[in-house]
């Protein structure tokens, strides 16, 4: 059957939420957006589900920020960045990188993509790290 998944100090072993994950796949894939939403929905965290998804060998895709999974339209570099969307990424940036939670942070105060977020940082040089679901 299903092994028990520790994480942050519990245990989840829940055929629910493996269901539920596997009824959701697109393509064979658990696209980025449908993971936060069964995370929200269950109350987990995004990486308690990224964990699990990776347990069932399932991969996540269409990253929010553009950076992998969107085999149909590939998230292409921004041509121009706005001066105070450059200046924020780059005022955020920890060890030389914008962590994806603060990527996400700068699209919501901004009123902007999350996209839009990807493809300037990736414009500007600037790698994001700490997905919030753990895939990098």
């Known amino acids: 059957m299903f092994g028990a998944w520790p ?26 957006t449908v993971a936060f939403r069964i ?18 060998d399932i991969k996540i895709s269409r990253c929010q920020l553009g950076l992998f999974g969107h085999e149909r339209r590939r998230a292409e570099p921004a041509q121009d ?15 030389g990188r914008l ?6 942070e700068i699209a919501r ?13 990736d414009s500007l040089g600037i790698r994001i790290s700490q997905c919030q679901l753990g895939c990098f």
Do not use: F, Q, Y
Not at 11 to 28: F, H, Q, R, Y
């Open 39 to 56: 995370a929200g929905e269950l109350g987990l965290e995004p990486k308690e589900i990224g964990h699990l998804a990776d347990e069932l």
């Open 7 to 32: 994480l942050a100090g519990r245990t989840v072993m829940d055929e629910k939420v493996i269901n539920k994950l596997k009824a959701s796949l697109a393509d064979g894939k658990l696209p980025c």
């Open 109 to 121: 105060e901004l009123g902007i993509k999350r996209m839009r977020v990807g493809r300037a940082a």
């Open 99 to 104: 962590p994806c939670a603060k990527a996400w």
């Open 81 to 95: 960045v706005a001066e105070e969307l450059a200046e924020r990424l780059k005022a955020s940036l920890v060890e």
